[in-house]
Each structure stands twice: as C-alpha cells, then as structure tokens.
C-alpha cells in the first residue's frame, strides 16, 4: 500500500497570512504514460464530508477560490493557502489514487493563531 | 452532476452486521466507481474498496477482507456496502464517495452525507 505522510499534524495561521501543508508519499503516484500525478487534497469542517480542493496535484476543482493552490510532483507535494480566511478552518487531507487501496494522509488540522 | 444519498444512521450490537445503501442520480451510475471510505469520531479517512458496476467484482481494503460486502443494483441505482461481525471499533460514520465518471478509482468530488453506524451492546 502506498503510505501517505502529512506535515505538520495542527497548523496555527494567522489571518490574512500564508498556509502551507505537505504531503509525501512512500512511493511516486506520477504516472509516466501521461505525466500526471495521482494526488488529490481535501477539505473537511466538522459535521460535513470532505469537499474535494485539488486534483491531478494541482488542478483546482470548480469554485474552489485561487487562494488554494497546489504542487508537487513524485512523492513530494504541497497545498498552500495564500492568505488565510476565518471560514478556511478545517482539517486537510491529501489522498492518492494512483493505484487501489486508495490512500490518504492522516490529516492536518488547520486553525487561526 | 451526481447526487449520492444514504440510508439513516444505524445502531447495532456486537458481532451483527449492517448494511449501508448510497442511492445515486445523475451520471451514468454503472459506468462510474463508487467507494466507500470510513471516518471514526476525531479521526481520519479510510479506504473500504469501491465497485464499478459494469465491471461487477468490488475492490477491497486488505482491512476490510472478509468482513466487507460491496455490490450495486443497476435498476434502481443504488450500492451498498454491507460489514459483518462488528465491533466497538466500527463505530464511524461511513460515507459513499465518487467522481460521477466512467474513468476507474479517482479522486472524489461527489460525496453521500454519511451514514453514522454505532456499535454498542
């Protein structure tokens, strides 16, 4: 199974400044034939399910807003927040699908500092 | 634009078994993979396995084999994910989860609302 590692495990931001958060997998999830990577991120608030942010790695879903963005290619990847919002507190999760069991990393908790 | 809607949250004794239906709409429901992933209170996702009707068996979880039974019914649209000989540690809510299109185990941007099973004697 493909391990997923997220850092830090709780971030504290203030608002209006910068987030970022890793994600790094025990094997590549870039797949050669068509030079995409298997990585998707999540958002979840309390009491709903996870909302998809990011697929392909960096390809922001529909009305996700440009303040999320993500990178990475391989093992190593990356989701950033660029200014923090109040309504942005939540828990990320980032998942890989390159290949079944699909797997996510075991989430980091973002919060206002 | 898929809708997935669960069935109403469960409570069940030790060692008994659930049986948890997602209904889907829109899309092309034996076309596209559903799975089913797993949330304890306070922790993380977990992957069960996942069924494209079209292609009949389910995939699953190393965790979950043998205790977990997914299969869909084209008629009427609907998988289910059935898990036997629970314990306290099932206690989760348990969500159905797809990406709405004929392209294999993806990412996941439909989601049910989550069906919370307790277990508890």
């Known amino acids: 199974d493909i391990v997923m590692t997220q850092s830090p495990d709780s971030l504290p931001v203030s608002l209006g400044e910068r987030a970022t958060i890793t994600c790094k997998s025990s094997q590549s999830v870039l797949y050669s034939s068509n030079n995409e990577n298997y990585l998707a991120w999540y958002q979840q608030k309390p009491g709903q399910p996870p909302k998809l942010l990011i697929y392909w790695a960096s390809t922001r879903e529909s009305g996700v807003p440009d303040r999320f963005s993500g990178s990475g290619s391989g093992t190593d990847f990356t989701l950033t927040i660029s200014s923090l919002q109040a309504e942005d507190v939540a828990v990320y999760y980032c998942?890989?699908?390159?290949?079944?069991?699909?797997?996510f990393g075991q989430g980091t908790r973002l919060d206002i500092k | 634009q898929v809708q997935l809607v669960q069935s109403g949250a469960e409570l069940k004794k030790p060692g008994s078994s659930v049986k948890v239906s997602c209904k889907a709409s829109g899309g092309t429901f034996s076309s596209y993979a559903i799975s089913w992933v797993r949330q304890a209170p306070g922790q993380g996702l977990e992957w069960m396995g996942g069924?494209?009707?079209?292609?009949?068996?389910?995939n699953y979880a190393q965790n979950f084999q043998g205790r977990v039974t997914i299969t869909a019914d084209e008629s009427t649209s609907t998988a289910y994910m059935e898990l036997s000989s629970l314990r306290s540690e099932d206690t989760a809510f348990y969500y159905c989860a797809s990406t709405g299109i004929a392209a294999g185990y993806r990412y996941f941007d439909y989601w049910g609302q989550g069906t919370l099973v307790t277990v508890s004697s």
């Open positions: 998942q890989q699908y390159y290949t079944t069991p699909i797997t």
């Open positions: 069924i494209i009707p079209i292609f009949g068996p389910a």
